[in-house]
């Protein structure tokens, strides 16, 4: 344990070991964790036992927890758990753990203060989003301020979030006939406290959400508060006196954005906007119309739109591509424990030695984006996917046809054919609609903070071989169409010197990484392959886990990339950018999100970048030569 801290060293709940302290707090200190079971670093915050505690401050800290649990959401902090520790006594909440700096300090390095009014609006407009989606499940924030939103620094961007929901409560359905009267003690940061709550009036609501949020746009614009008093009651006087200064006396603001700000910090709550207004007459200025020129065309909806910096997808897809050309890999992988070891890995090159040959690109009809867009895709294996399929179906059907196709050479078709407006495709389906012109990649998934994976060529651990010697083997893949459980794997063996289909005496599909698991383990054939994540000399597979019987041979050097929405390049470029905006606006809405999530089976999406696709089409025209096809 640290000597400076005494908790640093401990473990909690049997599960999480604090690293170092991050931060202190009126409510506790944060740490830096470890979650032994998994390796995952987390933030957890402490509410560290004493004699003196009072319910009120566990009731508030427990409260944080399950409010901010409540609202799912991109751009407010994930709460992963809450506890209390069997040995100290001590309350914990467990959290995402956030890299970056929060919006006062980001204010405070600015020149003079505050943000461009174009910036302000993107930053803040996912924070709006965020807080939209709390007053629908009837949650109040309460100290929206800029110590309150975090800038954290994810892959694709900056991301905005929300944080400390310590001073939220539940909106009460109905409110009471009665006057609301005067309370002792309001909480809150004051100099963004909406002026009923600053006041002291009882019964609050979403609105005192809409004025601090509208204060927060007001300090980053022009870099000072609605209304500067040392104190609260000097900040009550002042709001007693009238309107705080015009927003455009202070800075140069568009009168679009001042007239925003000011109908969300009018005094009177009554003539206050709500956050659905707020969010709308944001989303209709012409700074949001220029920041979307600026960056990918995307959807409003922030899950995905803070996934990309403002302006980020250009600067993102360059890096990617510099990043490849420069043959340093795939430099995503987070660091994590061991779930296999594969010592030494033998790191298989499976990547093209030339690039692909020009196609000729056949003419495709294009065709107009209709009102009730078409959405392709294939049932999912997993029940709990095919389920928020089923859902986000159903609800979307007014504006949305999705359509389950039979196999992925009837999505590719649809795509071609001008069927399609967009497509849910794994990377093989789409880098064959891409050899004849038919789709574009639009958005990718992320999982786990990574947007490809790599691939295990796998056998048994009795068996004494390594690749080059994999003459007469039997080999069990997923199918055609899986990159990481059949096409990757052929190549690879191929960069080996080793020809599959003249060397294995059996070939087998077998559908799934877990059945190649199963007919290795079986005896049923002796070599597969499986989708992975590598960590240094570390293989990460579920289907590895428990499963001491196999061994690695060899691990792809080349990353392939992962699942992706694509359109149909019967669309233009800007038709194609609007269908995903939609889509996204659509599917994505805060009561969607979870089955959304369960559907694409990772983190957020990220803006796709045709770069990483480049050798997985160059490995499939290499097949059709081969072929004669």
Request: proline share 7%; charged share 25%; aromatic share 6%.
């Given at each position: 344990?640290?000597?400076?801290d005494?908790w640093?060293g401990?473990?909690?709940?049997?599960s999480?070991?604090?690293?170092?302290?991050?931060?202190?707090?009126?409510?506790?200190?944060?740490?830096q964790a470890t979650?032994?079971?998994s390796g995952?670093?987390?933030?957890?915050?402490?509410?560290?036992?004493?004699p003196?505690?009072?319910?009120?401050?566990?009731?508030?800290?427990?409260?944080?927890?399950?409010?901010?649990?409540m609202?799912?959401?991109?751009n407010?902090?994930?709460?992963y758990?809450t506890?209390?520790?069997?040995?100290?006594?001590?309350l914990?909440?467990?959290?995402?753990?956030l890299r970056g700096?929060?919006?006062?300090?980001e204010?405070?390095?600015?020149?003079?203060?505050r943000?461009?009014?174009?910036?302000?609006v993107a930053?803040?407009?996912?924070v709006?989003?965020?807080?939209?989606?709390?007053?629908?499940?009837?949650?109040v924030h309460?100290d929206v301020?800029?110590?309150?939103?975090?800038?954290?620094?994810q892959?694709?961007?900056?991301?905005p979030?929300?944080i400390?929901?310590g001073?939220?409560?539940?909106?009460?359905?109905?409110?009471?006939?009665?006057e609301?009267?005067?309370?002792?003690?309001?909480?809150?940061?004051?100099a963004?406290?909406?002026?009923?709550?600053?006041?002291g009036v009882?019964?609050?609501?979403?609105?005192v959400?809409v004025?601090?949020?509208?204060?927060?746009?007001?300090?980053?614009?022009t870099?000072?508060?609605?209304?500067?008093a040392?104190?609260?009651?000097?900040?009550?006087?002042?709001i007693?006196?009238g309107?705080?200064?015009?927003v455009?006396?202070?800075?140069d603001v568009p009168?679009e954005?001042?007239?925003?700000?000011?109908?969300?910090?009018d005094?009177?709550?009554?003539?206050?906007?709500?956050?659905?207004?707020?969010?709308?007459?944001?989303r209709?200025t012409?700074l949001?119309?220029?920041?979307r020129?600026?960056?990918?065309?995307?959807?409003?909806?922030?899950?995905?739109r803070?996934?990309l910096?403002?302006?980020?997808?250009?600067?993102?897809?360059?890096?990617?591509e510099a990043s490849?050309?420069?043959?340093d890999?795939?430099?995503?992988e987070?660091?994590?424990?061991p779930s296999f070891?594969?010592?030494?890995v033998?790191r298989?090159p499976?990547?093209?030695?030339?690039?692909?040959?020009p196609?000729?690109v056949?003419?495709?009809?294009?065709?107009?984006?209709?009102?009730?867009?078409?959405f392709?895709?294939?049932a999912?294996?997993?029940?709990?996917?095919?389920s928020?399929l089923?859902?986000?179906?159903r609800?979307?059907?007014p504006?949305?046809?999705?359509?389950?196709?039979?196999?992925?050479?009837?999505l590719?078709?649809?795509?071609?054919?001008?069927?399609?407006?967009?497509?849910?495709m794994i990377p093989v389906?789409?880098?064959?609609?891409?050899?004849i012109?038919?789709a574009?990649p639009?958005l990718t998934v992320?999982r786990?903070?990574?947007r490809s994976?790599?691939v295990?060529i796998v056998t048994?651990?009795d068996?004494?071989?390594?690749?080059?010697a994999?003459?007469?083997q039997r080999?069990?893949?997923?199918?055609?169409?899986?990159?990481?459980?059949?096409?990757?794997p052929?190549?690879?063996?191929?960069?080996?010197?080793l020809e599959p289909?003249?060397?294995?005496?059996?070939q087998?599909f077998?559908?799934?990484f877990a059945?190649?698991?199963?007919?290795?383990v079986?005896?049923?054939?002796?070599v597969?392959?499986?989708?992975?994540r590598l960590?240094?000399?570390?293989?990460h597979?579920p289907e590895?886990?428990?499963?001491p019987?196999?061994?690695?041979?060899?691990?792809?050097?080349?990353?392939?990339?992962?699942?992706?929405?694509?359109?149909?390049?019967?669309l233009?470029a800007?038709?194609a950018a609007?269908?995903?905006r939609?889509f996204?606006e659509?599917t994505a809405?805060?009561?969607l999100?979870a089955?959304?999530r369960a559907?694409?089976?990772?983190?957020?999406?990220?803006?796709?970048n045709?770069?990483r696709?480049?050798a997985?089409?160059?490995v499939?025209?290499e097949?059709?030569v081969?072929?004669?096809?």
């Open positions: 344990m640290s000597e400076l005494p640093v401990r473990v909690l709940g049997d999480y070991r604090l690293d170092f302290l991050l931060a202190r707090g009126g409510m506790g200190r944060v740490y979650e032994l079971s995952r670093l987390v933030a957890l915050k402490l509410l560290e036992p004493t003196d505690e009072s319910r009120g401050r566990v009731r508030r800290f427990l409260r944080e927890a399950r409010t901010a649990a609202v799912e959401h991109p407010i902090v994930a709460i758990e506890g209390e520790d069997a040995t100290t006594g001590a914990f909440i467990v959290q995402e753990l700096r929060d919006l006062r300090r204010l405070e390095a600015r020149p003079e203060g943000l461009p009014a174009e910036e302000t930053l803040l407009l996912p709006a989003e965020a807080l939209e989606a709390a007053h629908a499940l009837g949650i309460r301020t800029p110590s309150n939103i975090f800038i954290a620094e892959l694709g961007g900056s991301v979030k929300l400390d929901f001073l939220s409560k539940l909106m009460p359905r109905k409110r009471p006939d009665a609301s009267a005067p309370r002792r003690g309001p909480m809150g940061t004051f963004f406290m909406a002026p009923e709550q600053a006041l009882v019964e609050l609501d979403g609105r959400d004025w601090s949020f509208g204060a927060v746009l007001y300090r980053c614009v870099g000072t508060v609605p209304y500067i040392p104190d609260l009651a000097s900040l009550a006087r002042s007693s006196n309107p705080p200064v015009p455009d006396e202070r800075a009168t954005l001042a007239t925003i700000i000011h109908r969300a910090i005094p009177d709550r009554e003539r206050r906007s709500t956050m659905r207004e707020l969010v709308h007459a944001l209709e012409e949001y119309a220029r920041s020129e600026q960056a990918f065309a995307g959807p409003p909806s922030s899950m995905f803070s996934s910096d403002v302006g980020g997808l250009a600067r993102a897809a360059r890096a990617a490849m050309l420069a043959g890999g795939d430099s995503e987070p660091e994590g424990p070891r594969a010592s030494p033998l298989l499976w990547a093209p030695s030339r690039p692909a040959a196609i000729d056949p003419t495709v009809r294009r065709h107009a984006l209709p009102n009730r867009m078409r392709g895709t294939l999912p294996l997993d029940p709990t996917a095919r928020a089923e859902e986000i179906a609800r979307v059907r504006f949305v046809k999705i359509l389950v196709m039979p196999g992925w050479p009837q590719v078709d649809g795509l071609a054919e001008g069927d399609l407006d967009l497509a849910w389906a789409y880098a064959r609609a891409a050899r012109g038919a574009r639009m992320e786990d903070g990574r994976q790599s295990a048994r651990s068996q004494e071989l390594d690749v080059r994999l003459a007469g080999a069990a893949w997923v199918d055609p169409w899986s990159a990481a459980g059949y096409l990757i052929r190549r690879m063996m191929r960069g080996a010197g289909d003249d060397a294995l005496i059996g087998s077998v559908g799934s059945e190649v698991v199963r007919a290795i079986g005896g049923g054939a002796d597969g392959a499986l989708a992975c960590v240094g000399d570390q293989v597979a590895l886990e428990g499963e019987t196999l061994r690695v041979l060899g691990v792809s050097a080349t990353p392939i990339p992962g699942e992706a929405i694509c359109a149909s390049a019967a233009s800007e038709d609007e269908a995903v939609r996204i659509i809405e805060p009561r999100i089955h959304f559907l694409i089976g990772g983190d957020r999406l990220v803006a796709a045709r770069s696709y480049a997985l089409e160059a499939l025209e097949d059709v081969r072929l004669g096809a």
